[in-house]
Structures are given as structure tokens and as C-alpha cells.
């Protein structure tokens, strides 16, 4: 096994130093800058990040100001990423990092794992690119690298296979080029083979987006950012749906600290 993962080491990294992408977040050590990008990447293409993501540092460079922005400035500049969840949570985070931690990011994965909607594998993914320290996680390419070379002949992987292995061929002494090298390698599998992805105990369709309530939330919430109050008979009149879908998507959406009801008008928090 030792020999056979040199040998996958060495592919890998011989890909990425032939076709390693040159993005912007690789650039920076800035844990900020870096963690805006982990969470924006999350379920987005990177040629969609790429036109969001030094906007957003512009307008909200640092975790003070994301945490003291209104949301509806928030979810504007999000626009095209979706799931606007992620950009709630975002303001969350920035808010806890800004009165819990003096606006300092805390460089450990168990802490940040702690932040609103930040699971294991952003908060070791941050760890990894903003501090260079040798955290196991996966995401959507490095697994795919993995089911390729090492499952090739199994019909269904389970991340409790898969991570053994991430942790065997890390590269301990510079994990964040490591991580990066996957990564790209990983994409580049995608445009080259049937998606190894399909075989994972974890694997999902994605749910048909046209008509659901997701869809219906967010277009609310871009009526919300154009037009700030608006009663129950104005969003009906500006949305396509039933209002029955329209009612439980508001309902779900104040629920969940997007949107607040008061004089009779809907607005953003």
C-alpha cells in the first residue's frame, strides 16, 4: 500500500503543478478572506464564486463589518450563489467571531465547527488553508479523487472508507498545497470520467429546483432586498406561485431570522 499510495501522491501532484488553478483565495493568508471563500464555495461552481467573491470582500472586508451589516446588504451582494442560508449563517459567524473572540479567528477546526452552519469539514478545510495545519476532511472533488483511484471496482463507498485514506496520503508538511492539488484533481476527473461521485454511500440527486419552495423563498427575498415593506397581498401579487406556497415559505423564512412581519409588511431583518 505504501508504494501504491508514493504513486498517488506523486500523480496528483503532477497534475496540479502541470494545470493547478490560480484562484484569488489561494493568494491570501488572510483567515477571513479565506473563510468567506469556504463558505461561498459550499454547493456553488467556482466560476460563480469568482464573480462574488472579491465584491463581497469590498463591501465587507472584515468580520466587524460583515457582523454590523444589515442582512438585506448582505443578501444583495450574495445574489447568484444561492442558498441564501449560507449568507445568514455568514452574518451569524461574523457576529459570534466579532463578541466572542475580539474579532480574531480562531485557528482551531473544533472551535470553528462551533459557528453557526459551519460543519466539520469548512471549519477544517479553513484550518488547513488559513493556517497550514494537517486537518482530515473531505469535500465533493476529493472524493471523487479517492473513489477513482482506491474503490474503482466497489458500487458504494461510505466516507468512513474514504477518510482512512485522506489521512494516510496527506502530505503533513504542506497540507494546504496537498488539499489544493486534490482539489483540482478532482475537478479535472469530472470532465474526463462518468462521476465517481454516484458510487458514494453519501451521494444525492439534487431535488428539481423550478416551482420549490427554495425557489420560491429566494424570490421572495429578492422582492425583499428591491421593495424593503411589503404587505401579504403585494408579494402575492409579485410572485408566481400559490399562495398557500408563498404563506409557508414567509412563514419558514421569519422562522428562521431572514424576515420579520410588523404594521402589517414583511421586511428583512
Known amino acids: 500500500m505504501t508504494t501504491k499510495i508514493k504513486h498517488f501522491q506523486k500523480k496528483v501532484y503532477a497534475y496540479y503543478y502541470k494545470h493547478g488553478r490560480n484562484l484569488p483565495w489561494r493568494k491570501t493568508r488572510n483567515p477571513y478572506h479565506i473563510f468567506i471563500s469556504e463558505v461561498m464555495l459550499q454547493q456553488t461552481q467556482v466560476e460563480t464564486v469568482l464573480k462574488k467573491y472579491h465584491p463581497f470582500l469590498k463591501a465587507f472586508p472584515s468580520f466587524r463589518a460583515l457582523s454590523y451589516a444589515p442582512l438585506r446588504e448582505i443578501l444583495a ?50 484550518v488547513v488553508f488559513a493556517f497550514n495545519k494537517p486537518e482530515v476532511f473531505l469535500e465533493t472533488n476529493i472524493r471523487r479523487v479517492f473513489i477513482h483511484h482506491f474503490f474503482s471496482v466497489k458500487k458504494r463507498v461510505s466516507d468512513s472508507e474514504i477518510l482512512p485514506l485522506v489521512e494516510r496520503t496527506l502530505d503533513v508538511s504542506n497540507p494546504r498545497i496537498w488539499y489544493w492539488a486534490l482539489m483540482d484533481y478532482g475537478s479535472a476527473l469530472k470532465k474526463t470520467h ?25 424570490k421572495i427575498l429578492e422582492v425583499l432586498i428591491v421593495h424593503p415593506y411589503l404587505s401579504r397581498p403585494m408579494i402575492f401579487s409579485k410572485i408566481n406561485a400559490s399562495q398557500n406556497q408563498i404563506m409557508r415559505c414567509l412563514l419558514s423564512l421569519q422562522k428562521e431570522g431572514f424576515i420579520t412581519y410588523t404594521k402589517n409588511r414583511f421586511h428583512i431583518i
Open 194 to 218: 462518468p462521476n465517481p461521485n454516484r458510487k458514494s454511500a453519501h451521494y444525492t440527486k439534487q431535488a428539481r429546483f423550478k416551482g420549490s419552495d427554495r425557489q420560491i423563498r429566494g
Open 77 to 126: 451582494l450574495w445574489k447568484g450563489l444561492g442558498y441564501n442560508r449560507r449568507a445568514l449563517f455568514l452574518k451569524k459567524s461574523a457576529k459570534k467571531v466579532t463578541h466572542e473572540f475580539s474579532a480574531r479567528f480562531p485557528p482551531e477546526a473544533e472551535i470553528l465547527a462551533t459557528l453557526p452552519g459551519i460543519g466539520q469539514a469548512t471549519a477544517k478545510a479553513t
